[in-house]
């Protein structure tokens, strides 16, 4: 049987090998392990990558949402508008300061936060005592959401647009990278990501000189002139040196991968779109593919996947159960007292390996399996 992966992270380690490996030696020499060089090298690489004028290299992409919500005095009272469809970090960010996530729903076709839903949810939350705080709009699977249609919605209220973008740096919209939609977008460098460190990583990207101003405050427990003197409250939510040093490496290759992530949501799309409901990439997106997201409505789930790993292929189910149905986050409201279309994708969606180091051969033998499957 073949040896497929869901993601190849050795593949790529090969590739670049020689030159993480003296990326790292140089930090081991230099020894500035917190805030060495590299960090603001990497967040200036960023910039350039992104556009976005301000780029702070952070923990990870869970504390990177946390920041932003602290940056903005988020706090107890306030609604702030999400998917449900989505990563728990969204949603469980805004519930750990104490504010309520608004949960909203999602187009079918995109999986990204339906504009209608957002605009019905800012309508019930007008009469529900809160006050409205801001919206983070998720740019899901690698795709950016639909901003033409949120950020005109958003700009009618006295609220703020974020982007989470922990599963799509590098994705863009209409010709611009994710980095300049809303007044902040996060990301995530977890290894799965598609530009992942070899560990935690994260950043925030903003144009906003006085709220990057907050943001490095904040990362170093609220600082204000120097270490000592504590302006506000904040946490511990520095980029490490060793992950700036492998991510300066990892993002000259950013580009290349790209385009072959997208190479291969094409063979996928050209080999499945009969059989099974692919993704829809709308006019003026690219995608960096942190997900190939398939439906198959009407399928028994459990079993076209027993199919797939009876004939080596990996799959995983992002997301079997929408936040509104956890338990952690049930109590918390709904738009429209239900989310039908993140219930219903969450019964049939499941995600194919997906990687820019697929070769051709195994990515044949994938999609004949899921035919196989799918006839099954
Ligand atoms: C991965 C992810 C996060 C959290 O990133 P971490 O670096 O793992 O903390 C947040 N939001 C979404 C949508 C994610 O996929």
């Given at each position: 049987m073949r040896n497929i992966r869901?993601?190849?992270?050795a593949a790529q380690q090969e590739r670049i090998k020689p030159r993480v490996d003296a990326a790292i030696q140089r930090v081991l020499a230099h020894?500035?392990?917190?805030?060495?060089p590299e960090v603001a090298q990497f967040e200036a690489a960023m910039s350039a990558f992104c556009g976005a004028r301000h780029a702070i290299g952070c923990s990870n992409g869970t504390d990177a949402l946390k920041l932003c919500l602290l940056a903005k005095g988020v706090k107890p009272g306030d609604a702030v508008f999400c998917p449900?469809?989505?990563?728990?970090a969204t949603a469980e960010t805004v519930a750990l300061v104490g504010a309520t996530p608004w949960f909203v729903d999602i187009h079918e076709d995109t999986f990204n936060m339906d504009p209608a839903s957002l605009k019905r949810a800012i309508a019930e939350a007008k009469?529900?005592?809160?006050?409205l705080a801001g919206v983070i709009a998720v740019d899901l699977f690698g795709q950016p959401a639909d901003y033409r249609a949120i950020e005109p919605i958003v700009a009618g209220e006295d609220m703020w647009l974020m982007g989470d973008a922990a599963q799509s740096f590098g994705a863009s919209y209409h010709g611009r990278r994710l980095?300049?939609?809303?007044q902040m977008t996060t990301t995530s460098f977890?290894?799965?990501?598609?530009?992942?460190?070899?560990g935690d990583g994260g950043a925030i990207f903003t144009d906003d000189d006085d709220l990057a101003k907050i943001l490095r405050s904040l990362i170093v427990h609220?600082?204000?002139?120097?270490?000592?003197?504590?302006v506000r409250i904040g946490i511990t939510g520095r980029l490490d040196t060793l992950q700036a040093a492998i991510l300066i490496e990892k993002l000259t290759i950013f580009e290349d991968e790209i385009a072959a992530r997208n190479r291969v949501a094409d063979a996928y799309a050209q080999g499945l779109s009969d059989v099974a409901v692919v993704p829809i990439v709308p006019e003026g997106c690219v995608s960096t593919w942190a997900q190939y997201t398939i439906r198959a409505p009407g399928r028994d789930r459990s079993t076209v996947l027993a199919a797939l790993k009876d004939r080596g292929v990996p799959t995983a189910v992002?997301?079997?159960?929408p936040l509104h149905r956890q338990i952690a986050y049930k109590a918390f409201p709904v738009t429209g007292n239900g989310l039908p279309v993140s219930d219903r994708v969450a019964q049939d969606v499941f995600s194919l390996p997906m990687h820019p180091y697929l070769e051709a051969d195994d990515q044949a033998y994938i999609i004949d399996s899921v035919r196989a499957a799918l006839a099954g």
């Open positions: 869901f993601i190849d992270l020894g500035a392990y917190v805030m060495g449900s469809f989505t990563f728990a009469t529900s005592g809160l006050r980095g300049t939609f809303g977890f290894p799965a990501k598609p530009l992942g460190a070899y609220g600082q204000g002139a120097d270490k000592y003197d504590n992002y997301y079997p159960k």
